[in-house]
């Protein structure tokens, strides 16, 4: 199962499924400047995120969506409890996505369609 504890230790490139995602309900949490080798769709069911990138800092609440590409440095930051959804993509997909982050309006499917994959097991394989 996807669900996470705020203080376990995620690493999605350590799972051989294209997409994988995860689910949490955090508190209080400051994620550090970090990366990823995969590209990232960062997004909540309930409460805002703040995201800090090198040139600019987001406000993410419920209604949006952040992508943030693979190897790109970034700071996740919550204040109070957040529904914390994120869905990794494997780098063979990133030609599809933008190679800037950007943040867009989440439609209600693609919210459901992520939640399922945030909360189904790492091993799930979307793409076939």
Same mark, same amino acid.
Not at 4 to 12: R, S
Not at 40 to 54: D, E, V
Not at 75 to 85: K, L, N, P, Q, T
Not at 108 to 118: A, C, D, G, T, W
């Given at each position: 199962?996807?669900?996470?504890?705020?203080?376990?230790?995620?690493? =999605?490139?350590?799972?051989?499924?294209?997409?994988? *995602?995860?689910?949490?309900?955090? *508190?209080?949490?400051?994620?550090?400047?970090? +990366?990823?080798?995969?590209?990232? %769709?960062?997004?909540?069911?309930?409460?805002?995120?703040?995201?800090?990138?090198?040139?600019?800092?987001?406000? /993410?609440?419920?209604?949006?969506? #952040?992508?943030? =590409? #693979?190897? /790109? $440095?970034?700071?996740? $930051?919550?204040?109070?409890?957040?529904?914390?959804?994120?869905?990794?993509? +494997?780098?063979?997909?990133?030609?599809?996505? =933008?190679?800037? +982050?950007?943040?867009?309006?989440?439609? =209600? %499917? /693609?919210?459901?369609?992520?939640?399922?994959?945030?909360?189904?097991?790492?091993?799930?394989?979307?793409? $076939?």
């Amino acid at each position: 199962m996807a669900w996470l504890n705020q203080y376990d230790h995620f690493v =999605p490139e350590e799972h051989l499924a294209s997409v994988v *995602g995860i689910a949490a309900e955090m *508190g209080k949490h400051d994620s550090g400047f970090h +990366s990823h080798d995969r590209g990232q %769709l960062l997004f909540t069911q309930s409460g805002c995120m703040r995201i800090t990138l090198a040139s600019r800092v987001s406000v /993410l609440p419920p209604m949006r969506i #952040a992508w943030i =590409p #693979a190897k /790109l $440095e970034h700071r996740v $930051e919550m204040y109070a409890s957040v529904g914390y959804r994120s869905v990794y993509i +494997s780098d063979k997909y990133h030609d599809k996505f =933008p190679s800037e +982050s950007e943040i867009f309006t989440l439609s =209600p %499917l /693609l919210r459901e369609i992520l939640e399922r994959i945030s909360v189904a097991d790492f091993d799930t394989e979307w793409m $076939e």
